[in-house]
């Protein structure tokens, strides 16, 4: 596998990461695919709040693989404002059964219709 060095960071990322947007329906088998993928040297993992089912599977994939594989996963966009934002962001924690993400996009899912009322507006 190779890897790449994240900006001046000490971390090393696999040139291949595993996106689990569409993982399969079964759980045990989505597990064993990822597990595959980390035993290959994928050490990034990439999932979101919005994939259906996503992030649970993901966590059970990580057990016993946490320190060595980083985690990345996204934050819906909403009209729920800061309170909602921090609702996804614990629901997200809870279901990957972790406490810290080593990645994290705060705005996944934002169209450009959006943009002005989301981002600019206050809070």
């Known amino acids: 596998m190779q890897y790449r060095q994240i900006g001046t960071t000490n971390i090393r990322l ?8 569409r993982l399969p329906e079964d759980e ?5 695919v990822m597990r595959r993928a980390f ?4 050490n990034y993992l ?19 693989w946490r320190d060595r594989v980083y985690l990345s996963t996204k934050n819906p966009a909403h009209d729920k404002g800061l309170e909602g ?12 059964d972790t406490d810290y993400i080593d ?21």
Not at 39 to 42: A, H
Not at 48 to 59: D, F, I, Q, R
Not at 85 to 96: A, F, K, Y
């Open 14 to 21: 696999s040139a291949l990461g595993f996106g689990a947007m």
């Open 103 to 123: 990645f994290y996009q705060a705005v996944h899912g934002l169209r450009w219709e959006q943009y002005g009322e989301f981002l600019l507006k206050r809070g």
């Open 85 to 96: 934002w921090w609702e996804c962001l614990n629901t997200s924690l809870e279901r990957l």
């Open 46 to 64: 990439d999932t979101a709040h919005v994939y259906p089912n996503s992030e649970s599977k993901c966590g059970k994939a990580l057990k016993g």
């Open 39 to 42: 035993d290959l040297g994928v």
């Open 28 to 32: 045990d088998e989505a597990v064993a």
